[in-house]
């Protein structure tokens, strides 16, 4: 019984918290611009998600290590620095980009401008983050977050062509704007694999004292929680496609477009549903994130870390999390466009993966860390493809993106 409440707080926790500014803003780029053709990059990027999430749970239960503090031991700190920096400045990129979501989701419920909402809201996670225990960011949090799951209810509730959503999982050429279709292909690929979503399962394992007999319930949240997770991109990807291109948005490049996807369905309630998404996903992520950035630091560093610690007890952990949401809230309070800093954050994700994924499955792949639970072909096979694949097209696709936008 236990086990099963952890599965279901588990896949809760998933789904709550899987969709976060960059889900939502690129699967509603994508589906306004190419309709139902990049349903299939949701798709895959789901897929490695929950490859890698599986891995991150496996390998904590069963080597009582995190990711950062294998990646170390294993390769040395002059290695495993090139993988911290990297992870360190995106997730910084990915934290403002929360900050900036929830704080355009204070502006259309005040009308006050987004750029004053950022440091009340930073300051409003760093007292969590102060104050709060592990359980409740985890699951607290993201419990809310299943109010994301409104927009999986439109998508039905519009009836779309369930044969053309069929085959925009399938891969296929761009009928116009190939520069753009494959810049978005990698910004959603991005947004479904960044490392804090892997990074972060591997250190709640450790913090909930995970152990071999919790591998069953580790493969159960990461396959129902992710492609759950995974459904409620589709489905923002599906009321996009049906509802802002008839309403000739072909292009979103303003939040304050985005509120129109639910409008059709919910009338007036579909803004507040909005707004709530919009505010609960992206505070719930923001919390991850800079909570990441401590986890990621410390156990770099080999400091002590915990969220369930008194902050007078690691201090330098408490320190990361506190100049990590500070140092975020500036560029949103200096008017810097959330949506744009969204975009692009997820592609240079993409673009950094090999960094910390490629070490990573050497460690599992490592019998001194995982012994008979190391990975299979197939994972092995699907991980590398699609980090390539990513790695390839964010090379390729954001000079061109920076070029055309001079």
């Known amino acids: 019984m236990k086990k099963l409440v952890e599965i279901s707080l588990g896949v809760v926790t998933s789904v709550g918290g899987f969709l976060e500014v960059g889900s939502m803003a690129t699967a509603a780029q994508a589906g306004a611009t190419f309709g139902f053709q990049l349903i299939w990059a949701v798709v895959l990027g789901t897929i490695c998600i929950i490859f ?18 294998g990646i170390r031991e294993r390769f040395g700190f002059n290695v495993f620095v090139w993988p911290l920096l990297a992870t360190l400045l995106l997730s910084l990129m990915v934290l403002s980009a929360e900050i900036g979501g929830v704080a355009i989701a204070l502006e259309f419920a005040t009308g006050i401008g987004f750029r004053w909402w950022a440091l009340p809201v930073a300051i409003l996670a760093w007292l969590l983050l102060w104050k709060g225990t592990f359980g409740f960011i985890e699951k607290g949090v993201s419990i809310l977050g299943l109010v994301t799951l409104c927009f999986v209810v439109a998508a039905v509730m519009l009836k779309p062509d369930w044969t053309a ?4 999982a399938v891969p296929s050429l761009p009928a116009h704007d190939a520069a753009n279709y494959w810049f978005m292909a990698v910004s959603i690929l991005g947004a479904s694999i960044s490392p804090y979503l892997f990074m972060f399962y591997s250190s709640g394992a450790i913090e909930d004292q995970w152990d071999k007999s919790y591998l069953g319930a580790n493969r159960a949240i990461a396959g129902l929680g992710m492609t759950f997770g995974g459904t409620i991109s589709v489905g923002v990807l599906i009321v996009a496609a049906l509802v802002l291109a008839t309403q000739g948005i072909n292009q979103v490049d303003d939040y304050h477009q985005m509120p129109l996807m639910l409008i059709p369905v919910f009338g007036f309630w579909g803004f507040v549903l909005f707004i709530a998404s919009l505010a609960v996903a992206c505070f719930g992520a923001a919390l991850e ?13 080999g400091w002590t870390w915990g969220e369930d610690r008194k902050p007078r007890d690691n201090p330098g952990f408490s320190a990361v999390y506190t100049v990590s949401l500070f140092l975020a809230a500036i560029p949103i309070m200096l008017g810097l ?8 954050s997820m592609a240079l994700t993409a673009a ?17 860390y995982v012994g008979e639970h190391r990975n299979g072909i197939l994972s092995n096979a699907a991980v590398i493809f699609i980090i390539a694949l990513g790695f390839v097209l964010a090379v390729v696709t954001i000079p061109l993106q920076i070029l055309g936008g001079t």
Do not use: W
Request: hydrophobic share 55%.
């Open 52 to 69: 890698l999430v599986e891995m991150a749970g496996r390998f904590a239960a069963v080597s009582h290590h995190t990711i950062c503090d």
């Open 337 to 344: 466009d959330p949506l744009r800093l969204t975009i692009f």
């Open 352 to 368: 950094s993966l090999p960094l910390t994924v490629v070490p990573f499955l050497f460690l599992l792949n490592d019998k001194r």
């Open 165 to 168: 959503v069929a085959a925009g």
């Open 289 to 301: 994130v800079g909570l990441q950035q401590a986890y990621l630091v410390a156990q770099g560093f």
